[in-house]
C-alpha cells in the first residue's frame, strides 16, 4: 500500500474529545522516545507531520492524523518518562489508558520497543495488561540502523523467547528503522491487510 496523502487532524487530552468518524485507527505506544513520532512521518513520508525529539516527553497529548481519508494513525505520548512529576506522569496514564481501553476505532496498536535494549519489565507488564484486557497489539522493534544485523537476530530472538514465557501465540513483530525507512513497505502492507478483513 502507499499513502498518497496524510494531514494532522486533532490534538485531543481525553478519549472523549477525541474526534467521532468510524474510521480504523492505528496507534502507537511505548516508552518515551522509544521513536513513535518518527516512525508516523516515517510511513507517511512527511518528515514534521508528527513532532520529533531527541528529549523524551515531545508527545504529550493524543494526536490525529487522517491518511488518505479512510483511516489514522494515532500518535500517544510515551510511557516510563521518570524525570516528570508524579502527577503529570499520572494524567499521561489516565490519557493512554482510557484511549487504549475505550477507543472503539483504535483497530491495532503497536507496541514500539528500541531494539538495542534487552527486555524491558515496564514494557513486559504493559503488554501482559494489553492481554488481561484483550487489547489487539502488534510489537515494532524501532531504531534498527543502530546495531548490526547479526545483533539484532539475536535480540529479536531473545525478545521472542522471553514473550513465549507468557503467550503461547506471538502477536505480528516488525523490525524498522525511521532513519533508513526500514520496514516501511511490511507496516503499511500490513495496515492494509487489516483495514481490509
Ligand atoms: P516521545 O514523544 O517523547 O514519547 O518520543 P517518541 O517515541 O515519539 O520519539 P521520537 O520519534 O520523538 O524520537 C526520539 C528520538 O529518537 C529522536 O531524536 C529521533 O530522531 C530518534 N529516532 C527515532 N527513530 C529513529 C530511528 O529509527 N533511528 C535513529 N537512529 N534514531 C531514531
Ligand atoms: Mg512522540
Redesign the pocket.
Given at each position: 500500500m502507499e499513502i498518497k496523502n496524510a494531514r494532522f487532524v486533532i490534538s485531543s487530552s481525553h478519549v472523549k474529545d477525541c474526534p467521532s468518524h468510524g474510521l480504523p485507527e492505528y496507534a502507537f505506544i511505548?516508552r518515551?522516545?522509544?521513536?513513535?513520532?518518527?516512525?508516523i512521518n516515517m510511513l507517511t513520508c512527511k518528515k514534521g507531520l508528527?513532532m520529533?525529539?531527541?528529549t523524551?516527553?515531545?508527545?504529550m497529548l493524543i494526536n490525529h492524523f487522517l491518511v488518505d481519508d479512510s483511516w489514522y494513525l494515532v500518535?500517544l505520548?510515551?510511557y516510563g518518562?521518570a524525570r516528570r512529576g508524579k502527577e503529570s506522569r499520572e494524567a499521561l496514564r489516565e490519557m493512554i489508558e482510557g484511549y487504549v481501553l475505550y477507543r472503539k476505532e483504535m483497530t491495532c496498536l503497536f507496541v514500539?520497543l528500541d531494539c538495542r535494549h534487552k527486555p524491558q519489565k515496564i514494557d513486559l507488564e504493559f503488554m501482559e495488561w494489553l492481554g488481561e484486557n484483550s487489547v489487539p497489539f502488534a510489537i515494532v522493534f524501532?531504531?534498527?540502523?543502530?546495531i548490526g544485523p547479526v545483533v539484532l537476530k539475536e535480540h529479536i530472538e531473545y525478545y521472542k523467547q522471553v514473550l513465549h514465557e507468557s503467550w503461547e501465540e506471538l502477536p505480528p513483530i516488525f523490525a524498522?528503522?525511521?532513519?533508513?525507512r526500514r520496514g516501511r513497505e511490511e507496516l503499511l502492507d500490513y495496515i492494509d491487510r487489516v483495514n481490509k478483513s
Amino acid at each position: 500500500m502507499e499513502i498518497k496523502n496524510a494531514r494532522f487532524v486533532i490534538s485531543s487530552s481525553h478519549v472523549k474529545d477525541c474526534p467521532s468518524h468510524g474510521l480504523p485507527e492505528y496507534a502507537f505506544i511505548g516508552r518515551s522516545n522509544v521513536g513513535k513520532s518518527s516512525l508516523i512521518n516515517m510511513l507517511t513520508c512527511k518528515k514534521g507531520l508528527a513532532m520529533t525529539s531527541s528529549t523524551p516527553g515531545k508527545t504529550m497529548l493524543i494526536n490525529h492524523f487522517l491518511v488518505d481519508d479512510s483511516w489514522y494513525l494515532v500518535d500517544l505520548p510515551g510511557y516510563g518518562y521518570a524525570r516528570r512529576g508524579k502527577e503529570s506522569r499520572e494524567a499521561l496514564r489516565e490519557m493512554i489508558e482510557g484511549y487504549v481501553l475505550y477507543r472503539k476505532e483504535m483497530t491495532c496498536l503497536f507496541v514500539l520497543l528500541d531494539c538495542r535494549h534487552k527486555p524491558q519489565k515496564i514494557d513486559l507488564e504493559f503488554m501482559e495488561w494489553l492481554g488481561e484486557n484483550s487489547v489487539p497489539f502488534a510489537i515494532v522493534f524501532t531504531k534498527t540502523d543502530k546495531i548490526g544485523p547479526v545483533v539484532l537476530k539475536e535480540h529479536i530472538e531473545y525478545y521472542k523467547q522471553v514473550l513465549h514465557e507468557s503467550w503461547e501465540e506471538l502477536p505480528p513483530i516488525f523490525a524498522t528503522s525511521s532513519e533508513k525507512r526500514r520496514g516501511r513497505e511490511e507496516l503499511l502492507d500490513y495496515i492494509d491487510r487489516v483495514n481490509k478483513s
